[in-house]
């Protein structure tokens, strides 16, 4: 069997937490790690392969430059110019980060990048249509990690009050990696009922589901605030979206995909829920939306295209 290589550009916290989390599931055979701070990343190395001695099977730690990549099959994209100041959201690191990735990906595809590109970096939902542009590379090879993390800590805030496991819950949040992004109430349930039919019925009472959806929304930040960075939830979702990829599980993930007329959008990148396969995305599911999740969508839409049209 072909040994499953992932690279990582941008070693920093979400890099390096991302490394550790391939290493400690062991999702593939070389982990790569790209870092302009050549002693920094080669101190990851050392420290990773000392990780990777205890794990079953072998795993081989690298250090490259980015456009040593035509062996690589995942190419995950974390680099940032720098931590967010008070008041800033991630629509903030736009400029910066667009101008390392216009560095960054023409090389990788004139030395024969043919992997899928995986985007963690910020603003997700912009630059994973920027790398999909400057790549040429068919919409299905281009994913960011989007609302994904999001969803995932909606679930995790829904289980708690529910006392569920967050595999029984199914919902999704739609949109943005931001401040317009928000939950498909329509389209999420728990044992097959609706959200608050389930919790009138082992409660008594209905949620304030808006309070919840704002603090799947707003953990992120208040992580960021509380620890100056959030590592370990983007670490796990990177990793776990790569592993649905490398497994070709079918699973629905809610990503940051191209769209081409899905959700009458074209020509951006957003949350919603798509088919993981092992040539990347294999399907966009089109959630019938509501009169206001409809809305909602068409605003977090907007948001994207207009600062889409700040990339030049």
């Known amino acids: 069997?072909?040994?499953?290589?992932?690279?990582?550009?941008?070693?920093?916290?979400?890099?390096?937490?991302?490394?550790?989390?391939?290493?400690?599931?062991n999702i593939c055979e070389e982990l790569v790690l790209v870092d302009l701070n050549t002693e920094r990343v080669e101190g990851h190395r050392k420290d990773l392969a000392?990780?990777?001695a205890f794990t079953h099977g072998m795993m081989k730690i690298s250090v490259r430059e980015a456009k040593d990549c035509k062996d690589i099959d995942i190419a995950v994209i974390t680099v940032t110019a720098g931590a967010l100041k008070e008041g800033q959201t991630r629509l903030d690191e736009l400029k910066s980060t667009s101008r390392i990735i216009a560095n960054i990906v023409p090389d990788m595809m004139k030395n024969g990048f043919e992997g899928i590109f995986l985007v963690?970096?910020?603003?997700?939902?912009?630059?994973?249509?920027?790398?999909?542009?400057?790549?040429?590379?068919?919409?299905?090879?281009?994913?960011?990690?989007?609302?994904?993390?999001?969803?995932?800590?909606?679930?995790?805030?829904?289980?708690?009050?529910?006392?569920?496991a967050p595999q029984s819950i199914d919902a999704f949040v739609l949109g943005e990696h931001g401040d317009s992004q928000f939950p498909v109430w329509s389209h999420s349930s728990v044992y097959g009922k609706s959200i608050n039919a389930y919790s009138k019925q082992k409660f008594g009472t209905e949620f304030d589901l808006k309070a919840i959806g704002e603090r799947a929304r707003d953990t992120g930040f208040e992580i960021y605030h509380q620890k100056g960075c959030t590592e370990y939830g983007i670490a796990g979702?990177?990793?776990?979206?790569?592993?649905?990829?490398?497994?070709?599980?079918?699973?629905?993930?809610?990503?940051?995909?191209?769209?081409?007329?899905?959700?009458?959008?074209?020509?951006?990148?957003?949350?919603?829920?798509?088919?993981?396969?092992?040539?990347?995305?294999?399907?966009?599911?089109?959630?019938?939306?509501?009169?206001?999740?409809?809305s909602q969508f068409d605003a977090s839409a907007a948001v994207i295209a207009e600062n889409i049209g700040h990339l030049g």
Request: proline share 3%; charged share 20%; hydrophobic share 45%.
């Open 1 to 25: 069997m072909k040994p499953r290589k992932v690279m990582i550009i941008g070693a920093g916290n979400v890099g390096s937490a991302a490394a550790h989390a391939f290493v400690n599931q």
């Open 50 to 52: 000392d990780a990777a």
């Open 120 to 164: 963690a970096a910020n603003p997700v939902d912009i630059i994973t249509y920027q790398v999909w542009k400057l790549s040429g590379l068919p919409r299905h090879r281009v994913l960011g990690t989007g609302v994904w993390l999001d969803t995932t800590r909606l679930r995790r805030l829904l289980s708690e009050k529910l006392d569920v």
């Open 237 to 294: 979702t990177i990793v776990e979206i790569s592993r649905n990829i490398f497994s070709g599980s079918h699973r629905a993930l809610a990503v940051s995909c191209i769209l081409e007329g899905e959700y009458g959008k074209s020509g951006i990148a957003i949350g919603v829920p798509a088919v993981l396969a092992q040539d990347g995305v294999k399907e966009i599911i089109e959630l019938e939306l509501n009169e206001l999740e409809k």
